[in-house]
């Protein structure tokens, strides 16, 4: 069983930074796929981005190309955040799985899930 702790988010102006983290512990596996997914009120959970565990590869929604970035330091997620829009504000949760389409943007892929964030972005 794994347990995903998420850290960051909060309210912020048009045009800042954020930082999120999502720490696992528990069960890790040696590679193991990590996301980020969003949902708005009133819309669908969403991709944000997606990395796997051990490799330099990784995926991100059109909507964040350019302003989000992925990484991961030993175990800990990250998704830096800069450049916020008000379209970005949405609670952010993270998510690992031992398939590969959790970090590419298959939220149905994803096993374990963080607790959520919110991350506001007000004009």
């Known amino acids: 069983q794994m347990l995903l702790v998420q850290s960051g988010g909060g309210s912020v102006q048009a045009g800042e930074s954020l930082r999120l983290s999502c720490e696992p512990s528990?069960?890790?596996?040696?590679?193991?796929?990590m996301g980020w997914f969003r949902q708005a009120p009133g819309n669908e959970r969403e991709a944000v981005a997606g990395i796997v565990t051990g490799a330099f590869t990784a995926y991100y929604a059109d909507s964040v190309k350019g302003r989000f970035t992925i990484s991961r330091n030993n175990a800990t997620l990250y998704l830096q955040m800069d450049s916020l829009k008000p379209d970005d504000t949405a609670m952010y949760y993270c998510?690992?799985?031992?398939?590969?389409?959790?970090?590419?943007?298959?939220?149905?892929?994803?096993?374990?899930w963080g607790q959520g964030t919110q991350v506001t972005v007000s004009s």
């Open positions: 998510a690992a799985g031992a398939q590969p389409p959790c970090a590419r943007g298959d939220q149905y892929s994803c096993r374990y």
């Open positions: 528990g069960y890790t596996a040696p590679n193991y796929y």
